[in-house]
């Protein structure tokens, strides 16, 4: 594999999955302590109560990305950290990440930093969370306050993370916070995530006239038919609208597809909370495109589903999440990006593998993790070599973390995470990265710190 010199190397978490500290430097609680109590929504009833114990073993954190080589690191800001009740902006938790963000910096990693990674603070879940259109408005408040604090020192921003799993995994099929099954409201929040996300892109460029590169990340996956059926073909559209064009085509030519608006409209009765100058606000110009990327999806015809598919049965060898895994589809999804979409510079601000692992004699000898990620970034190196224009690439993640509904059940770290000792320990897979990374350099003449 070979990447440009400018090409960059990162590895990314999110707050709720990592922090921990959740009742410390003011923190109120979001969206997803509310639902880790609910019996029966998270494996065990596992929380972010501890999580990696991050806030307060940061430092030690930094280190670890230091001794892996990576440019930069993608982390997000706990929205109720900041704003702990509606209006009451909180110093003490911004502080956290000035302090992150400069311990980053002293290293020469840059910090790449997501506005939006889930955890909506419950005052504004009480109040109707993003189903209601202040959410707008109160979203604004927050970035604008990151925006004041932070700028100088961040490297890149990102508005939100994945609004097709904050917003159809938690508002319609219930299985990630706040826990809804209601397409309605889905639709209403997705909506005003994406707003949201348009309207701060802005901010950030006219208010503050930064220069800062701004994005928005989104999950894709490419999906295909079982069969050549009419109705597979059917099937596998309507799943692409679902997961992929009714967030695509919003962000890059600010509309919604009309086949799902139609399809939707069994549950969406009126489409009127969609505002003039939103489609404008919401494909605004971005610098970047972020693409979160794990699994290609294969699906069947069926009848008795809501939106008429279902996932159709795989013979593809699988991740320990059960995923598909598909380096060739998602160069497909990339070239279609490129022929339908948007010529804006493509990060993959996430990619990485769960697996079972088990700590022999101090190590973790994650074979398939690793192999999971030479095949993708292999990937990435051809698509480049076909001009596809992939900039960065971040590994997720940085360490074995809160795996949302499936607890810590689920491994995605190249760090194992012990979560009795809160012991790191480098997986095979982090020594592999940080090589990758180190020949990267040296092949380009650039200074390279990094592991052994
Ligand atoms: C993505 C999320 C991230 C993590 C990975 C495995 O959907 O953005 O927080 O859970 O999946």
């Known amino acids: 594999m070979k990447f440009d010199k400018q090409f960059t190397f990162g590895t990314a978490t999110s707050s709720y999955q990592i922090e921990g500290a959740a009742a410390e430097g003011g923190r109120t609680p979001s969206i997803w302590d509310m639902f880790c109590d609910i019996p029966g929504r998270v494996y065990k009833q596992h929380n972010g109560d501890v999580a990696c114990d991050h806030y307060h073993r940061f430092e030690e954190d930094v280190q670890h990305i230091k001794r892996l080589g990576v440019d930069t690191y993608r982390f997000s800001i706990a929205w109720p950290r900041i704003f702990p009740e509606k209006g009451k902006y909180n110093q003490e938790g911004m502080d956290f990440y000035k302090k992150l963000a400069a311990r980053l910096t002293e290293e020469g990693i840059k910090p790449a930093v997501t506005l939006y990674h889930w955890d909506l603070p419950m005052w504004a879940h009480e109040e109707g969370g993003w189903v209601n259109r202040e959410s707008v408005e109160w979203f604004l408040d927050y970035a604008r306050v990151c925006f004041t604090e932070l700028d100088a020192v961040v490297d890149s921003w990102i508005t939100h993370n994945e609004p097709w799993c904050a917003g159809f995994l938690g508002y319609h099929q219930g299985v990630h916070a706040p826990g809804h099954t209601n397409m309605d409201e889905a639709v209403k929040?997705?909506?005003?995530?994406?707003?949201?996300?348009?309207?701060?892109?802005?901010?950030?460029?006219?208010?503050?006239?930064?220069?800062?590169?701004?994005?928005?990340?989104?999950?894709?996956?490419?999906?295909?038919?079982?069969?050549?059926?009419?109705?597979?073909?059917?099937?596998?559209?309507?799943?692409?609208?679902?997961?992929?064009?009714?967030?695509?085509?919003?962000?890059?030519?600010?509309?919604?597809?009309?086949?799902?608006?139609?399809?939707?409209?069994?549950?969406?009765?009126?489409?009127?909370?969609?505002?003039?100058?939103?489609?404008?606000?919401?494909?605004?110009?971005?610098?970047?495109?972020?693409?979160?990327?794990?699994?290609?999806?294969?699906?069947?015809?069926?009848?008795?589903?809501?939106?008429?598919?279902?996932?159709?049965?795989?013979?593809?060898?699988?991740?320990?999440?059960?995923?598909?895994?598909?380096?060739?589809?998602?160069?497909?999804?990339?070239?279609?990006?490129?022929?339908?979409?948007?010529?804006?510079?493509?990060?993959?601000?996430?990619?990485?593998?769960?697996?079972?692992?088990?700590?022999?004699?101090?190590?973790?000898?994650?074979?398939?993790?690793?192999?999971?990620?030479?095949?993708?970034?292999?990937?990435?190196?051809?698509?480049?070599?076909?001009?596809?224009?992939?900039?960065?690439?971040?590994?997720w993640s940085l360490m074995d973390n809160f795996e949302w509904s499936f607890g810590y059940d689920k491994r995605f770290g190249i760090l194992y995470v012990d979560f009795d000792t809160q012991e790191r320990i480098w997986k095979d897979s982090a020594y592999r990265y940080a090589e990758i990374i180190r020949d990267h350099k040296k092949s380009h003449n650039l200074q390279a710190e990094v592991a052994q």
């Open 189 to 395: 929040a997705v909506h005003h995530m994406l707003v949201s996300h348009g309207k701060a892109v802005e901010m950030l460029k006219k208010e503050f006239a930064s220069e800062t590169e701004i994005g928005i990340t989104l999950n894709l996956s490419p999906v295909y038919a079982k069969t050549d059926s009419a109705n597979d073909a059917l099937a596998a559209n309507n799943a692409d609208g679902y997961s992929n064009r009714w967030f695509l085509d919003p962000v890059f030519k600010g509309e919604y597809p009309k086949d799902m608006m139609n399809l939707f409209s069994k549950y969406v009765h009126s489409y009127d909370f969609i505002k003039e100058g939103d489609m404008e606000a919401i494909s605004v110009e971005c610098d970047f495109f972020g693409i979160n990327y794990y699994s290609r999806g294969i699906v069947e015809f069926s009848a008795a589903t809501d939106f008429l598919h279902r996932g159709a049965y795989s013979d593809y060898e699988k991740t320990g999440m059960g995923w598909d895994i598909a380096p060739n589809e998602f160069k497909d999804l990339i070239r279609r990006l490129r022929a339908e979409y948007t010529q804006l510079p493509i990060i993959i601000t996430e990619n990485g593998a769960a697996y079972d692992d088990v700590v022999e004699n101090g190590r973790v000898h994650d074979k398939e993790r690793t192999d999971y990620v030479e095949k993708h970034l292999q990937a990435v190196s051809d698509l480049n070599e076909e001009g596809m224009n992939i900039a960065g690439y971040y590994l």
